[in-house]
């Protein structure tokens, strides 16, 4: 399975942009890049997600590297209520999400 | 409804009983899956169903715990002789199809305590 590496923990300051990294450098040619994050108490909620393209949607861009060993998650205007886990996934073959320990954003004013 | 909802949202349980954690997939959404989350951990991936039928089970812990989708909607997860060890919040997802390329929806979780 390919695995990501995330970092644990980042600050972004409110109303800035908050890239968040990942390197899946063992993905396989047709498995996506997904991202989830969850908020305290909550369920994870669905970001987006990519296979190769740059992916953008009202919540987020997700851009891909032409390797497609690396991606980063980008929330153009950080507010207060995007602090959450951020979880980067490689969607594998049998079609389940594998989570890992995800990256802890918070968001200070 | 509109999205992923599982019932009880609190489940508090003495340890060596049988418990039944209910998921109402979002309507038409193919696949089902279940996880498990424990404190400070990510979801942990138990059991994916297409339909009627487990497609993948290998995230089972042991043979305590079984889940069924009888008529491809409700899912019910079962844990026979509970152990404190099996507190944690379970999650339940739903996704339109079983492609990669198709986003799976969460929902609120069960969180079960073991006393």
């Known amino acids: 399975d390919a695995k990501t590496t995330q970092p644990p923990s980042m600050d972004c300051a409110e109303g800035r942009a908050a890239n968040l990294p990942c390197n899946h450098s063992?993905?396989?040619?047709?498995?996506?890049v997904y991202w989830y994050r969850q908020i305290h108490s909550q369920g994870p909620q669905y970001i987006i997600h990519g296979l190769k393209n740059n992916e953008t949607n009202e919540m987020a861009s997700l851009i891909i590297t032409e390797d497609r060993k690396s991606s980063t998650l980008i929330l153009p205007h950080a507010t207060l209520r995007d602090t959450a886990v951020y979880y980067c996934i490689v969607r594998r073959s049998g079609n389940m999400l594998t989570f890992g320990g995800g990256t802890r954003l918070m968001v200070k004013p | 409804g509109a999205g992923v909802s599982q019932t009880p949202s609190n489940k508090v349980t003495e340890k060596g009983k049988y418990v039944e954690l209910r998921c109402d997939p979002i309507?038409?959404?193919?696949?089902l899956y279940w996880y498990r989350q424990s404190l400070g951990q990510g979801p942990e991936f138990l059991i994916y169903f297409q339909g009627t039928g487990a497609a993948d089970d290998s995230g089972l812990p042991n043979d305590r715990f079984f889940a069924v989708r009888p008529e491809g909607s409700v899912s019910t997860l079962k844990i026979q002789r509970t152990e404190r060890g099996d507190s944690a919040v379970y999650l339940c997802?739903?996704?339109?199809?079983?492609?990669?390329?198709?986003?799976?929806?969460f929902g609120q979780g069960t969180r079960l305590t073991v006393v």
């Open positions: 309507s038409g959404h193919t696949a």
């Open positions: 063992t993905i396989s040619g047709n498995e996506y």
């Open positions: 997802a739903s996704s339109l199809t079983a492609e990669m390329n198709t986003e799976a929806f």
